[in-house]
């Protein structure tokens, strides 16, 4: 069982930039960010697989979000820029054992770790 913390989110204004990061307790083959607004269902943000660093961005927050990690320490990070109000959510952290394809790592239900979520609200 891998445990995934993730930072505080915060509250920011539209146009701003904030950093979340995820520690990992073990090894995550597959690592993720997912965001659930009110409402709404899950739906995902970004991906890492461990073996390549292959990322892959949903189309809504591509050129706007980067995600990185430090490999030796199992942490993943987002760095959201250029905030708009529809960013507003919980933002989970999720881990997998498996290695996803770049077109799999979008599925929630791949992944069996998830941190507790932290909320990101984008407002003026």
């Known amino acids: 069982q891998v445990q995934l913390v993730e930072s505080s989110g915060g509250l920011v204004h539209p146009g701003g930039s904030l950093r979340l990061s995820c520690a990992a307790s073990?090894?995550?083959?597959?690592m993720a960010w997912f965001r659930q607004a009110p409402g709404k269902e899950r739906e995902f943000v970004a991906a890492v697989r461990r073996s390549d660093g292959k990322i892959s961005y949903a189309d809504s927050v591509r050129n706007r979000f980067t995600l990185s990690r430090d490999r030796t320490k199992n942490t993943m990070f987002l760095q959201m820029n250029s905030l708009k109000p529809e960013d507003t959510a919980i933002y989970y952290c999720a881990g997998t054992s498996s290695s996803w394809i770049l077109s799999a790592m979008g599925r929630a239900e791949g992944y069996e770790f998830w941190g507790q979520g932290t909320q990101v609200t984008v407002s003026s």
């Open positions: 073990g090894r995550a083959n597959t």
